[in-house]
């Protein structure tokens, strides 16, 4: 083996590193890729397998917001990944459950309020999706990153919105409220 074709296999491998580095940086700071399957965000996805990509540098800058849709290891399972939106953060309180009337027009409210570093998290689809109504508020670090596009099915590519259903909207008394809404 010449000595030129030692210093072009060490140039190769010099280059693989780095490349390996490059992308392990993109993978863990930027962003990823994601199928979301199931029926628990429709309609802002489709059951059938949309293809989202989720970034994760902003929220290591300022954290996730209500309305964001997330990709995070479940709570359940630590092998599978949920796709929800986040529609409560620390402090805000949740309706998790309403009692039979008092009497006209007052019911029990029963609410659980976020603790601080946790999220909840919620489908779009709620008579289909199991989520923090199943299993509680979910800690800030099992969310990988925030859903930034579909962008499969192809002819389906678009931005995520953040738009939070109504009928999420109204079970959330967001940190500061002081009472139930009437």
Same mark, same amino acid.
């Given at each position: 083996m010449?000595?030129?074709s030692v210093k072009k296999s ?5 280059? %693989?590193?780095?490349l390996i ?6 993978h *863990?700071?930027?962003?990823?890729? %994601?199928?979301a399957? #199931? ?5 802002a996805?489709?059951?059938k ?9 902003t929220?290591r800058?300022?954290?996730f917001e209500r309305? *964001?849709?997330?990709?995070?290891v479940s709570p359940e399972?630590s092998q ?7 529609i409560?953060t ?5 309706i @998790? #459950?309403?009692s #039979? ?7 029990d409210?029963k609410t @659980?309020t976020?603790?601080?570093g946790h ?9 289909? %999706?199991?989520d923090?109504?199943?299993y509680?508020t ?6 990988? #990153?925030?859903? @930034? ?6 002819y389906?590519?678009?931005?995520v919105?953040r738009e939070?259903?109504l *009928?999420a ?5 967001p940190?500061?409220?002081? @009472?139930v809404?009437?």
């Amino acid at each position: 083996m010449s000595l030129e074709s030692v210093k072009k296999s060490l140039w190769v491998a010099a280059k %693989s590193v780095q490349l390996i580095g490059v992308l392990h940086v993109i993978h *863990e700071y930027l962003f990823d890729f %994601s199928s979301a399957v #199931g029926p628990s965000m429709i309609p802002a996805l489709n059951d059938k397998g949309d293809i989202v990509i989720y970034e994760r540098l902003t929220y290591r800058l300022r954290g996730f917001e209500r309305g *964001e849709v997330v990709i995070a290891v479940s709570p359940e399972n630590s092998q599978l990944r949920v796709c929800k939106r986040i529609i409560a953060t620390e402090g805000d309180r949740v309706i @998790t #459950g309403v009692s #039979g009337a008092k009497s006209i027009g007052q019911y029990d409210v029963k609410t @659980t309020t976020v603790p601080r570093g946790h999220v909840w998290l919620q489908g779009d689809n709620p008579l289909h %999706s199991h989520d923090s109504r199943h299993y509680g508020t979910v800690p800030v670090g099992l969310l990988l #990153g925030k859903v @930034t596009w579909k962008v499969w099915p192809f002819y389906q590519v678009c931005r995520v919105s953040r738009e939070v259903p109504l *009928e999420a909207k109204a079970s959330v008394i967001p940190f500061g409220v002081a @009472t139930v809404p009437g």
